[in-house]
């Protein structure tokens, strides 16, 4: 079975500083780990993904798989990434699985 | 970049009527288009892969014959709600994989809030 962990709901950092938004994974292949970002009033969109490695707004995210992980970083977060985080999971098939999401709030 | 275009945005309906929803993808071929449905303040619940030409495949759960999927071109699908009730209110949302590119990831269209009253 797939499944994606995102523990937390609601994620609160100040501005400048580092942030890392937690997701965990469960499939016994090799999967295609997604990071998605949905800012208030706009539609989910592609934030990065680990098959290409790069960084997105500052954003990075390494796959640990010993670990079963995906975590999101980011050194000095700014006002303007507060948003909903959606990590996914694409296993075997072209479906993707989401984690239940966390609510980034990035303070002044 | 890939565009999905999904219309409605909103819709209001009257309980036992029924509702269509389109998802286009404006400058790719989608050859699987999957549907969505969102809760509030919860994840995004897959419904239903949909693939130009043939018929969708359900999630366990999912009721065919309440939504209806329709994917009669590479660019358009369909989701009606027939018979909608007052629990089918809720935000929907299509997603679009582009056949020829599939490590670009996939684009999803704005939703669609549905109420029914």
């Known amino acids: 079975a797939q499944r994606v962990t995102q523990p937390e709901k609601l994620l609160s950092v100040f501005k400048g500083a580092p942030v890392e938004l937690k997701c965990n994974y469960s499939?016994?292949?090799?999967?295609?780990l997604f990071w998605y970002v949905q800012y208030s009033r706009q539609r989910l969109q592609l934030l990065l993904r680990?098959?290409s490695r790069e960084s997105i707004k500052g954003f990075t995210a390494d796959l640990n798989k010993g670990e079963t992980s995906f975590h999101l970083k980011k050194p000095f977060a700014q006002e303007e990434d507060s948003a909903m985080y959606y990590c996914?999971?694409?296993?075997?098939?072209?479906?993707?699985?989401f984690g239940k999401g966390t609510k980034l709030t990035v303070n002044p | 970049g890939a565009v999905v275009s999904q219309h409605p945005s909103w819709v209001i309906c009257k309980s036992g009527t029924s509702v269509k929803i389109e998802c286009r993808s404006l400058d790719f071929q989608a050859t699987t288009m999957f549907w969505y449905r969102q809760f509030p303040k919860q994840s995004l619940m897959l419904m239903a892969t949909?693939?130009?030409?043939?018929?969708?495949?359900?999630e366990q759960g999912v009721e065919k014959d309440k939504f209806l999927i329709n994917h009669a071109s590479l660019t358009l699908s369909t989701l009606t709600v027939t018979s909608a009730h007052p629990e089918d209110s809720s935000f929907y949302i299509c997603?679009?994989?582009?056949?020829?590119?599939?490590?670009?990831?996939?684009?999803f269209g704005s939703g669609t809030r549905l109420t029914v009253v």
């Open positions: 996914a999971l694409q296993g075997g098939s072209e479906k993707l699985v």
């Open positions: 997603s679009a994989l582009n056949g020829l590119a599939r490590f670009y990831g996939y684009t």
């Open positions: 680990h098959i």
């Open positions: 949909s693939n130009e030409g043939s018929k969708a495949t359900y």
């Open positions: 499939y016994s292949g090799s999967p295609e």
